[in-house]
């Protein structure tokens, strides 16, 4: 983080750990559990699950978020993490701790992996499962989602790269053997553009 210390998760466990770099003391949060899914499962399943500890990594608990690779703003006061199974952010502030939850647009279908974090404070995030980049504007609390040009990228990681005034993010694609990059238009961009086609 901003501070230098560091941050990690532990998916199958809903954990998150920050290793204080002064203090070389470590501390631990638990993600909140999905509580729609828990709130599905009859009296018999949850009876069921009480002797199912721990969990294996390929077979969580049904409410599980599973956090993944998370992603820190460096000139902000925030961690953010992708819950992949949760269909949502992680927000954690790291000077409190305090931890909350940013629904995705379409929690069910939409599950992030990785999580970047830019100059102005959008939180960058590949959804693995739906050929889908996702931005959140952390300020405004407004997402905005880009369909990838390929199918069955099952992408799983995510980085960007904030050069010369631009931003490109690169995403590669785990399937399809491709590395899509996305470069975002500025203002100036469309301005320019739009004078373009009003010429035409």
């Known amino acids: 983080d ?5 941050w990690w998760v532990q998916m199958k466990i809903d954990k998150v750990v ?12 638990t993600v909140p559990e999905e ?12 009876k069921m699950y009480e002797t199912f500890s721990p969990p294996d990594f390929n077979t ?3 409410w599980s978020q599973a956090p993944r690779r998370l992603g820190a703003d460096k000139n902000g006061d925030f ?8 269909g949502t952010l992680a927000k954690v502030n790291v000077n409190t701790s305090e931890l909350t939850l940013v629904p995705l647009p379409n929690p069910e279908a939409q599950q992030p992996y990785q999580v970047a974090v830019d100059k102005g404070h959008n939180v960058w995030t590949n959804l693995w499962s739906t050929d889908q980049i996702a931005k959140y504007d952390s300020i405004a609390g407004k997402w905005t989602v880009f369909d990838l040009p ?6 799983r990681y995510i980085s ?17 053997r491709k ?4 470069t975002q238009r500025s203002e100036s961009d469309l301005q320019a553009l739009k004078a373009q086609a009003e010429r035409q």
């Open 60 to 62: 969580p608990y049904p």
């Open 18 to 29: 920050k290793g204080d770099a002064a203090s070389g003391k470590t501390s631990e949060l």
């Open 179 to 182: 590395v899509a990059v996305m």
């Open 79 to 86: 961690v953010w993490i992708g819950n992949s199974f949760g």
């Open 160 to 176: 960007i790269l904030e050069k010369d005034g631009k931003l490109e993010v690169a995403v590669p694609y785990s399937r399809t």
């Open 35 to 46: 509580k729609a899914a828990k709130a599905t499962m009859s009296p018999e399943q949850a």
């Open 2 to 6: 901003k501070d230098g210390n560091a």
């Open 150 to 155: 390929t199918r069955g990228t099952e992408s």
